[in-house]
């Protein structure tokens, strides 16, 4: 078959689009031209929303085939592409045509292409010679001309190009939805560039605008969730959404988080001297006492000091890890030496990016938590807020790994992991999914604190030898992950062009409106209505002043105007004046249904706990949350929002929140806006 090929003249200014780039060579082929089916021309398909159409509008992606240019040589000189209407022209006459975005078609900025005929004559493109664009005419229908009319085919010369729908090299997996050609366009695009074979994308949105700040969306089901390529080397196990790969650097946001909640369950203190805590025995006599002061609250903002010579030397001298059984035990012996090293800088005053601190952090999990980092992770970090796609295997080889749907099957050979051999007796390394990754986003910021109603952008990516992802927090509560299975230095911000895209869907309104909130279960969830109510209200346990609702245990507080509220104007304080309280509501469910508890917490600030607790019981099930009110003050109570799930065990389901704390009677746990509904069956 012969080609329509497209011919970059290099040397030239290349023009601004991502198909056609002055760094191609004779014999590359480039993907991303679209044929609009209004007015039948050829387009760049990535600058669609920007193009003009004659028919109307923009130029449509209703063809769902990427049309492919070949770059060859020698290199004459014809047609150029116009930067008005998006489209390719034919400049070899002194006729320039009739550009739909107004007056003539510009060549500036373009490169300069040449399209070569087909010898059968049989060809279905073809130039008009009133407008100039190189247009379709295998349908017969003669499209739509800028000069006015159907398009005028040049019967000198045809053209043919090669279609490739969708990529068919490549499975891509996971619910088509509207515009998600377009996403896949740019990941497909990455993963071409850094030559590995699957990656996973995940969108979401978790937040909504609402009336005290930014509020959780009540569906948790992806906007987009694809697969792209295969899981395994051979190209035998197509990827999906759901495969998990390691993440790098993204797993620093899990491991704060973890930190930050064993601060609130009190086993460890984040201000307190790391080496205490792990009560490490130097090898040998420290030369540095500054050692002493370095703090858990140091690894989290990269301030240990140890950077750089100290901690190569301790490393160094901890010898090879693979003679440990994992790679907690050897950090802690690197640990050893690393506190005999005088220290590069002062604890706390120099922030450098530090791998080996976030490694030492996974490490004070594993041995101050009573169980593995792995299994904390997952119990408590993940579990709780729906997370549960994540998978600590031993290592990443393919004998080790039973599902490669679910674990991509990366080869163990290189893979620059050390702790791949038969002494590796504990699972250790934890694999994420995007779905995980998005999920996580929903109840975290990047630095582990638990997400609140205020919404900026953050941006964390990471790499490993044998993966690269990124984790996406957008202001306006869109979330994205992205997991290649491959690491490549890359040209361009390949995240910013997914959300730019993401973007672009939005503008186009093919993304889909935040759901509507489902029916509350329960009564009078934000305890508006109620009792009278002047600043605050102490209510004895046994009361059911509060509508809906039955106080339990003790006697608590209802506030009004002394502190602000996450919805409405009221919340409750757990702890009365004083007392130790909790409230209890019962409501109709179906045995065997799977429902979801959502509220918001606070704590009353500047008293003399800091850290409040609560636990959320239900079909005999129970959880417990905390919630730290350092810096927080009544007009900005910093009120975050929890999710808990459970398995209706009857007919009718008694809920529960109470708080654990038996200090400070008078300052307790706030909760509001609590809500209960049905969670749909997923399969």
Not at 5 to 17: A, C, D, Q, Y
Not at 481 to 491: D, K, P, S
Request: glycine share 10%; charged share 20%.
């Amino acid at each position: 078959m012969n080609r329509c090929r497209l011919v970059l003249v290099l040397g030239l200014v290349g023009m601004n689009m991502s198909v056609a780039t002055p760094s191609a060579r004779a014999g590359e082929k480039q993907s991303g031209w679209r044929r609009c089916t209004k007015c039948e021309a050829l387009f760049n398909g990535p600058e669609f929303e920007a193009s003009v159409c004659p028919a109307g509008k923009h130029h449509n992606l209703e063809d769902d085939g990427f049309y492919l240019v070949g770059f060859v040589e020698p290199l004459p000189r014809n047609w150029r592409y116009c930067a008005k209407c998006k489209g390719l022209w034919f400049d070899g006459s002194n006729d320039k045509g009739k550009c739909p975005a107004g007056e003539r078609h510009t060549s500036e900025g373009s490169s300069e292409y040449v399209v070569e005929a087909d010898d059968t004559g049989r060809g279905n493109w073809c130039r008009c010679t009133k407008c100039q664009v190189l247009w379709f005419a295998g349908d017969g229908t003669g499209g739509k001309c800028a000069a006015g009319g159907r398009h005028v085919k040049d019967e000198k010369v045809k053209y043919k190009l090669d279609q490739e729908p969708s990529f068919p090299t490549l499975p891509v997996s996971g619910k088509a939805a509207p515009g998600v050609e377009l996403l896949d366009m740019v990941m497909l695009k990455y993963l071409k560039k850094l030559g590995c074979s699957g990656a996973s994308l995940t969108v979401t949105r978790s937040h909504q605008p609402g009336p005290h700040g930014w509020q959780p969306t009540t569906d948790h089901a992806p906007l987009y969730s694809r697969g792209y390529g295969w899981c395994d080397l051979k190209g035998t196990v197509p990827m999906h959404p759901d495969t998990a790969i390691g993440i790098g650097s993204c797993d620093k946001s899990f491991i704060a988080a973890a930190i930050r909640q064993m601060a609130l369950e009190g086993k460890l203190d984040l201000n307190g001297s790391l080496f205490k805590q792990l009560k490490i025995t130097p090898k040998g006599k420290i030369v540095d006492n500054r050692v002493w002061d370095i703090t858990i609250n140091h690894l989290l903002d990269h301030q240990a000091g140890w950077q750089g010579e100290p901690w190569a030397q301790g490393q160094a001298a901890a010898g090879d890890p693979t003679q440990f059984l994992s790679p907690y035990e050897w950090t802690m012996h690197t640990l050893e030496n690393v506190m005999v090293q005088k220290l590069r800088d002062p604890p706390g005053h120099k922030a450098e990016y530090d791998n080996w601190g976030y490694f030492t952090l996974a490490t004070v999990v594993d041995r101050l938590s009573g169980v593995s980092f792995g299994e904390y992770l997952s119990h408590h970090i993940c579990r709780p807020f729906g997370v549960d796609k994540l998978l600590t295997v031993r290592i990443t080889g393919p004998a080790r790994i039973s599902d490669p749907h679910r674990v991509w099957n990366a080869s163990a050979e290189g893979s620059g992991w050390p702790f791949v051999g038969e002494r590796a007796t504990e699972p250790h390394y934890p694999n994420y999914t995007t779905p995980a990754m998005c999920t996580f986003m929903r109840y975290f910021w990047i630095d582990g604190r638990p997400r609140d109603n205020w919404n900026p952008t953050w941006v964390r990516a990471g790499s490993f030898t044998n993966s690269l992802a990124l984790m996406f927090w957008r202001s306006d509560g869109i979330n994205f992950a992205v997991a290649f299975n491959g690491r490549r230095e890359l040209e361009g911000d390949w995240g910013k062009e997914l959300d730019d895209m993401i973007s672009k869907l939005i503008a186009l309104k093919l993304l889909p409106p935040p759901p509507q909130s489902p029916r509350n279960l329960l009564i009078n969830g934000s305890f508006e209505q109620g009792p009278v109510v002047s600043g605050y209200l102490p209510v004895d346990s046994g009361s059911t002043a509060i509508k809906g609702w039955k106080v339990t245990r003790g006697q608590i507080d209802v506030n009004e105007t002394n502190y602000n509220s996450a919805d409405g104007k009221r919340s409750i304080d757990l702890h009365g004046t004083p007392g130790y309280g909790g409230v209890e509501q019962s409501f109709k469910t179906i045995k065997g249904h799977r429902y979801r508890v959502t509220f918001s917490m606070s704590g009353a600030p500047a008293y003399a706990v800091a850290i409040k607790r609560l636990a959320v019981s239900a079909a005999g099930k129970s959880q417990e949350f905390a919630f730290d009110t350092t810096d927080k003050k009544p007009d900005d109570m910093g009120w975050i929002d929890y999710a808990w799930e459970f398995n209706a065990i009857d007919e009718s389901t008694n809920l529960e929140i109470r708080t654990v704390m038996t200090t400070d009677p008078l300052a307790g746990p706030f909760i509001d806006h609590v809500r209960v509904w049905d969670v749909p069956a997923t399969k």
